[in-house]
């Protein structure tokens, strides 16, 4: 077994969607110094780290994942100085510091593709992103039947220096949103100055945006599912993604980490945005030379059910464990429904069975062998925002194809911090101050001066589990047997002696083990495990399977 030397391998990190986590200025979006300001909250939380949404500058069509500067700070979030003063602030609490880099594409505004729309045809500038002529006798057809994730074709052709209609540029997201063209030794040379930069700045690490990007087929041919992507909003058509190449960059990448910790003797991280077919091609992006982390999102995108949740659990641990790599979980992030809603019945503002589902899922993660990420406001119980009025919305899915579909504003609604109105103590302006996305009235019942007090709340158990997680060796790296359990639960064992049990149903069962649980999602009276509920016991005698 690795040292626990090895941070990373079984942290817990907390996502920060920099834009509705504290606002400092008064302007209704959060930025790096209310980052800073919130760091004693994360400390008292108990997470390892945090993993700081793109706050470069950017035209912000798809907010910051747009890139117009890899190397700076939008003005809308701060400066390069008070990003060195949130490092300097994290280190000094022992919180690790990740960046979101975005390598798959830029923004329209990056001076790189500025040039090569100023470029004929044929150009070094062009080489450096998909430029192709249109099919058609006069070419206005695009190069291939490929559509974007976002919805509508993946490409966009450019009018020419002398006005006339000329190539096409591919854009797997947006228009906004052109790819690189890593086939061009220019491009990883490039990602290799902007890895530095911050490297050099004091950086703990990077999530890596669609790492199983970049490449693309070398013939651009048409896809026999042109539409898969915009149809699951994922990453799965196979000439657009996941090709073998890409794995030669995160070697190149983890070499480049190994350099840095050799002079210092800090590990740096990598994780990844990996999503492919299977449990199997998705170990292939952590064996040892290549990310240290990528995450599984398989338990994220599981239905409510013991089953499904025994499957996905049991093929990371056989397929990912197996590289020497321990597995990443996730419940919920930027993207994806919030789990008090995902799991209840359809409610404006969430359900109590979703909120129970939700607590029993967290302390059902915090004990698997790994590491976890949690998403802002997921300490808080925070349900999907589900009824934000078509004006207000801004997600690039709906301007695209004015549909509300797996749009993601409702997962970035600005967090309440404390009283009885919005803002919610997250802008430091006046009252009357406007949050970018609005928050409805109930958010008060999830202010995080209310948590706090509450020893109820989802925060308390939050905070006790990342507190047992970190004082008891049987949790965090290491395997995991599953128990024998009646219809509906699920129960393991960490060690000989750490068990955990959810129950998926409604009804109550036996506990599996006898005595008052160590910490449970709900209340658990002594042999008996609700409806709902998952609980960790520390058992007297050492468990069989």
């Known amino acids: 077994m690795l040292s626990k030397r090895h941070w990373w391998r079984d942290a817990v990190i907390y996502q920060v969607y920099v834009r509705s986590f504290l606002d400092s200025t008064g302007d209704g979006v959060g930025d790096l110094a209310g980052v800073r300001a919130g760091l004693p909250y994360l400390k008292k939380l108990g997470v390892d780290g945090i993993w700081l949404s793109p706050f470069y500058p950017s035209p912000q069509h798809d907010h910051g ?12 979030f701060g400066d390069l100085a008070e990003f060195d003063e949130l490092v300097r602030a994290a280190r000094r609490l022992g919180i690790k510091v990740l960046l979101d880099i975005v390598p798959n594409h830029c923004s329209s505004a990056h001076p790189w593709f500025r040039e090569a729309l100023a470029s004929p045809p044929g150009s070094a500038a062009r080489a450096r992103f998909h430029f192709a002529d249109g099919r058609g006798p006069d070419g206005s057809e695009p190069p291939n039947n490929w559509h974007a994730m976002f919805g509508g074709p993946a490409w ?17 997201f947006t228009p906004e949103q052109p790819d690189w063209n890593w086939r061009n030794p220019e491009i990883r040379a490039e990602f290799d100055r902007i890895l530095r930069f911050w490297l050099d700045r004091g950086v703990d690490g990077f999530r890596i945006d669609v790492a199983a990007g970049l490449f693309k087929h070398p013939e651009l041919p048409d896809s026999d599912d042109p539409e898969a992507d915009a149809r699951t909003r994922d990453s799965v058509n196979p000439l657009a993604w996941n090709q073998p190449e890409v794995h030669d960059v995160w070697r190149h990448w983890r070499a480049v980490c190994e350099e840095y910790r050799e002079r210092d003797g800090r590990e740096r991280l990598l994780v990844g945005e990996v999503s492919v077919p299977t449990a199997r091609e998705h170990a292939l992006y952590v064996r040892p030379d290549e990310l240290h982390q990528a995450f599984f999102f398989d338990l994220l995108g599981a239905p409510w059910d013991p089953d499904a949740f025994r499957k996905v659990i049991s093929e990371a641990m056989a397929d990912i464990a197996g590289t020497g790599s321990t597995v990443t979980w996730v419940l919920n992030n930027h993207d994806q429904v919030r789990t008090v809603t995902r799991y209840g019945e359809p409610t404006p503002h969430g359900s109590g069975l979703g909120a129970a589902r939700a607590r029993a899922a967290a302390l059902l993660m915090l004990a698997l062998p790994g590491a976890a990420y949690i998403y802002q406001g997921e300490e808080l119980g925070l349900p999907e925002v589900v009824d934000l009025p078509d004006d207000v919305l801004t997600d690039p899915i709906f301007r695209r194809t004015g549909s509300r579909a797996r749009i993601r504003d409702g997962c970035r609604v600005p967090l309440p911090w404390s009283g009885q109105a919005s803002p919610f103590g997250f802008t430091s302006g006046a009252e009357t101050a406007k ?26 158990l939050y905070r006790d589990g990342l507190q047992l997680r970190a004082a008891l ?29 959810v129950n998926f149903g409604t009804a109550p069962v036996p506990a599996p083990v006898p005595g008052t649980p160590l910490l449970s999602s709900g209340p658990c009276p002594p042999g008996e495990l609700p409806g709902s509920t998952a609980a960790w016991w520390i058992s007297d005698l050492p468990v069989s399977s």
């Open 65 to 76: 994942y747009d890139v117009a500067d890899y190397c700076d700070v939008d003005p809308l």
């Open 156 to 172: 966009t052709r450019v009018t020419e220096a002398d006005g006339r209609p000329g190539q096409w540029y591919l854009h797997m």
């Open 435 to 460: 949050p970018w996305l609005p928050q409805p009235e109930w958010f008060a019942e999830y202010a995080t001066d209310r948590a706090l007090a509450d020893t109820r709340s989802f925060w308390h």
């Open 473 to 501: 060796p049987q949790l965090g790296e290491g395997t995991l047997r599953w128990l024998e359990t009646p219809p509906g639960v699920l129960a393991f064992v960490r060690g000989d002696d750490l068990v955990c049990a």
